[in-house]
Nanobody, 128 residues
Framework: QVQPVESGGGLVQAGDSLRLSCAASEGKLSGVSVGWFRQSPGKAREFVAAIRWSGTSTYYADSAKGRFTVSRDNAKTTAYLQMHNLNPEDTAIYFC?????????????????????WGQGTQVTVSS
């Protein structure tokens, strides 16, 4: 099975940018939708952004709109989450997830249960 592997997390200051990467363990990203989620201590996992398998549609949480960009490079079997203007509230473990399910309704791509393969996560810490 295809397993997501995240990288790119780290410690940054407020206002900085960071790019997270998500590679497919078996080199197969085509046909898979990619979601990014995050979880802070004491909080539930929350949706951040997603991109459909076709790359034609992207989805963002309100907190990410205008600051984060999700993209994919199927040739490199890697998906990305570019984050700008980070603030301390963005501190969390960021998870990449894959879904091999196909939905015509956009709402499904915001849901954690849509994704059946999850990475181990990468820590992002934003200092004030």
């Amino acid at each position: 099975q295809v397993q997501p592997v995240e990288s790119g997390g780290g410690l940054v200051q407020a206002g900085d940018s960071l790019r997270l990467s998500c590679a497919a363990s078996e080199g197969k990203l085509s046909g898979v939708s990619v979601g990014w989620f995050r979880q802070s201590p004491g909080k539930a996992r929350e949706f951040v952004a997603a991109i459909r398998w076709s790359g034609t549609s992207t989805y963002y949480a309100d907190s990410a709109k205008g600051r984060f960009t999700v993209s994919r490079d199927n040739a490199k079997t890697t998906a990305y989450l570019q984050m700008h203007n980070l603030n301390p509230e963005d501190t969390a473990i960021y998870f990449c997830a894959f879904s091999n399910k196909y939905y015509s309704v956009d709402d499904y791509y915001y849901r954690a249960e849509t994704y059946n393969y999850w990475g181990q996560g990468t820590q992002v810490t934003v200092s004030s």
